[in-house]
């Protein structure tokens, strides 16, 4: 398998929106969990949000996002989103895609988003 490839970083102004894309390779990718991760310059990976497999769409968001940013896929395209608004500075960070759980899953390289004026 490829490992999926993230798009849609870039500089942004406090306040604005960025849509993130993850394109992923493999078969079976609706039946696996996906999600989005950051890490801040001098900072540790943290989770921003995570979306499960199958049926049902469960959805975890960390608090620092809750009511900002949305992650969506789309089966058909074997894509996944990351709709992030109201953007803060706090938000600079390199965002990962990882699709699948523990040992089997795949990550992208990471797509860099700056939240700066």
């Known amino acids: 398998q490829m490992q999926p490839v993230e798009s849609g970083g870039g500089l942004v102004q406090p306040g604005g929106s960025l849509r993130l894309s993850c394109v992923a390779s493999?078969?079976?990718?609706?039946?696996?969990?996906v999600g989005w991760y950051r890490q801040a310059r001098g900072k540790q990976r943290e989770m921003v949000a995570v979306?499960?497999?199958?049926?049902?769409?469960?959805?975890a968001y960390a608090d620092s996002v809750k009511g900002r940013f949305t992650i969506s896929r789309d089966n058909a395209k074997n894509t996944v989103y990351l709709q992030m608004n109201s953007l803060k500075p706090e938000d600079t960070a390199v965002y990962y895609c990882?699709?699948?759980?523990?040992?089997?899953?795949?990550w992208g390289q990471g797509t860099q988003v700056t939240v700066s004026s």
């Open positions: 990882s699709v699948g759980v523990f040992a089997s899953a795949q």
């Open positions: 493999g078969s079976s990718f609706s039946s696996k969990r």
């Open positions: 979306l499960s497999g199958g049926s049902g769409a469960v959805t």
